[in-house]
Nanobody
Framework: QVQLVESGGGLVQTGDSLRLSCAASGRTLSSHIMGWFRRAPGKEREFVASIRWSGDSTYSTESMKGRFTISRDNAKNTVNLQMTSLKPEDTAVYYC????????????WGQGTQVTVSS
């Protein structure tokens, strides 16, 4: 079982930057994709970005790709999300997640960290 703990959320202003971190424990995640999702108020949870052990990353939209950067430290079992040029529509609870080993099925979730961007 993989435990995930997010940190780094907070209240920022439009245009600010924020770095989210997620620490994983329980096993080595060499066969797991790690990623970030978010849920805005009144909306469904949506995919933000993911990254493989190799460092290959995927982003949900071009806008996110241009403003967000996902990275992982395999030695430390951590995944980070650097967010820049934040907008009020980025306000959401951000969740760290991993897939089941060797699959694309998201099976482990953190508790989430709140990010609020004021206008």
């Amino acid at each position: 079982q993989v435990q995930l703990v997010e940190s780094g959320g907070g209240l920022v202003q439009t245009g600010d930057s924020l770095r989210l971190s997620c620490a994983a424990s329980g096993r080595t995640l060499s066969s797991h994709i790690m990623g970030w999702f978010r849920r805005a108020p009144g909306k469904e949870r949506e995919f933000v970005a993911s990254i493989r052990w190799s460092g290959d990353s995927t982003y949900s939209t071009e806008s996110m790709k241009g403003r967000f950067t996902i990275s992982r430290d395999n030695a430390k079992n951590t995944v980070n999300l650097q967010m820049t040029s934040l907008k009020p529509e980025d306000t959401a609870v951000y969740y760290c997640a991993t897939t089941a080993p060797g699959t694309n099925i998201w099976s482990n979730w953190g508790q989430g960290t709140q990010v609020t961007v004021s206008s």
